[in-house]
């Protein structure tokens, strides 16, 4: 079975631009979350799309949005960017609601806010 | 804000020593307190998991252990090997959202 992929890998962007990132989950697979790494605040939530609806969402400001496709791929944007949205965008997917589950992660896209 | 505080940041152990790694949360109604191992430039995947239900759970090198009253799980892994190397997160969950430590870089010496 394929895993999580994710594209693009890599993206670089000016202050004020906004993008859009993409994610494909585990075949089967009905949640995606996404995740923003950055070295100093580790792994944080930004939100979990569930049958094409939002289910959860972190605390991040209304510019990250996202939304999710009836084949289960999501797509995560991120509007009028900041030097500190630099960071690997992770998504994971999971058969069911994430809850209590195993998450599946991609391999993650590095933005790079300049 | 709810919050689950990792310790230490960084762990330096001999090679065949072991290494323990704990986390504590704060939210009540976490129920699920999975680990993840990241590698240098890789994903970050599951090594072992325990449910609110259960004390301990074991699985060959590496157990993991939960005490629901003090709001503290931990990581053990014996025996440690040079591929353990990594930064290693916790994570609580409740049936909404998750929450992660901010990790433990793990560095084994020969």
């Known amino acids: 079975k394929a895993g999580v992929t994710q594209t693009p890998r890599y993206l670089i962007k000016t202050r004020g631009q906004q993008v859009t990132l993409s994610c494909s989950p585990i075949?089967?697979?009905?949640?995606v979350s996404w995740y923003q790494q950055t070295p100093g605040q580790g792994l944080q939530f930004l939100f979990e799309y569930f049958s094409e609806t939002q289910r959860n969402k972190g605390n991040f400001p209304g510019r990250f949005s996202g939304r999710q496709f009836s084949n289960s791929r999501s797509e995560m944007n991120v509007s009028t960017l900041e030097l500190g949205d630099s960071a690997l965008y992770l998504c994971a997917s999971s058969l069911w609601e994430m809850g209590g589950r195993e998450q599946f992660f991609g391999p993650g896209t590095r933005l790079t806010v300049l | 804000g709810e919050n689950v505080e990792q310790h230490p940041s960084t762990l330096s152990v001999q090679e065949g020593d072991s290494a323990v790694i704990k986390c504590t949360y704060s939210d009540s109604a976490s129920n699920y307190f999975p680990w993840y191992k990241q590698e240098l430039g890789k994903r970050p995947q599951l090594i072992i998991d325990?449910?609110?239900?259960?004390g301990e759970k074991k699985d060959q090198r590496i157990a993991v252990t939960l005490n629901k009253t003090a709001k503290h799980f931990s990581l053990h892994i014996t025996e440690t090997q040079p591929e353990d190397s990594a930064v290693y997160f916790c994570?609580?969950?409740?049936?909404?959202?998750?929450?992660f430590g901010k990790g433990t870089r793990l560095h084994i010496l020969p």
């Open positions: 325990i449910r609110s239900n259960v």
């Open positions: 994570a609580a969950s409740t049936n909404d959202k998750i929450i």
């Open positions: 075949s089967g697979h009905r949640s």
